[in-house]
């Protein structure tokens, strides 16, 4: 399996920040790369797709990047409505797609 | 509009079984790639289950053999029987959909149901 891992597990920041959380695939996986956010008792809400496309709807302070087996989330300036945990997710390895373990991020 | 709405969860002691089922609406589940997620508390996310729409089927290591994944054409649901369910089983439950886009992204996310294993 695909390992993901995630850095840092948490992080606190205030309003206006700017924010990167990282992504480290334990091999190579292109640019199958998604980001999901989950607010407590929510189901999550894909906010990047492709390691560095926007999902519709999603806010312009988002934005990703990486390829092959490093990745980055980025927030550009902090909004209260940000606090939330951040997953990535590997999609190369059908059908067993993988999860990190999540980012929590406090405002 | 794209809807998935999970029922069935509860609490059930040790080796009992329970369905978990997944009604959808705006969308045709035989068409699409499902899964259940499932979210232990506290901790992060687990994919359990996969159902192609060919009708192949996959399973995480720590529920192969007790699990099954099902769908019903004619009622638009997705299934998970869990039967010999353990405490380590323990979680919310949500099933997902898979995007039609090439990047295999889930775009579409039940609300969750919870699934409580204990005596």
């Known amino acids: 399996d695909i390992q993901m891992t995630q850095s840092p597990s948490s992080l606190s920041a205030s309003v206006g920040d700017r924010v990167t959380i990282t992504c480290r695939a334990s091999?190579?996986?292109?640019?199958?790369l998604n980001w999901y956010q989950q607010k407590p008792g929510k189901a999550p809400k894909v906010l990047i797709y492709?390691?560095?496309s926007l999902q519709s709807g999603v806010p312009s302070r988002f934005s990703g990047s990486g390829s092959a087996t490093d990745f980055t989330l980025t927030i550009s300036s902090l909004q209260p409505e940000d606090s939330a945990t951040y997953y990535c997710q590997q999609s190369f390895s059908t059908p067993m797609y993988t999860f990190g373990r999540g980012t929590k991020l406090e405002i | 509009e794209v809807q998935l709405v999970e029922t069935g969860g509860g609490l059930i002691q040790p080796g009992d079984s329970l369905r978990l089922s997944c009604a959808a609406s705006?969308?045709?589940?035989?068409?699409?790639?499902m899964t259940w997620v499932r979210q232990a508390p506290g901790k992060g996310l687990e994919l359990v289950s996969v159902?192609?729409?060919?009708?192949?089927?996959y399973y995480a290591d720590s529920v192969k053999g007790r699990f099954t994944i099902s769908r019903d054409n004619s009622k638009n649901t997705l299934y998970l029987q869990m039967n010999s369910l353990r405490a380590e089983d323990t979680a919310v439950y949500y099933c997902?959909?898979?995007?039609?886009?090439?990047?295999?992204?889930?775009?579409?996310w039940g609300q969750g149901i919870q699934v409580t294993v204990s005596s």
């Open positions: 091999q190579t996986i292109a640019t199958y």
């Open positions: 492709g390691a560095s």
């Open positions: 159902l192609h729409r060919g009708g192949d089927t």
């Open positions: 705006g969308f045709i589940v035989s068409n699409n790639y």
């Open positions: 997902a959909r898979r995007s039609s886009s090439s990047w295999y992204f889930f775009d579409s």
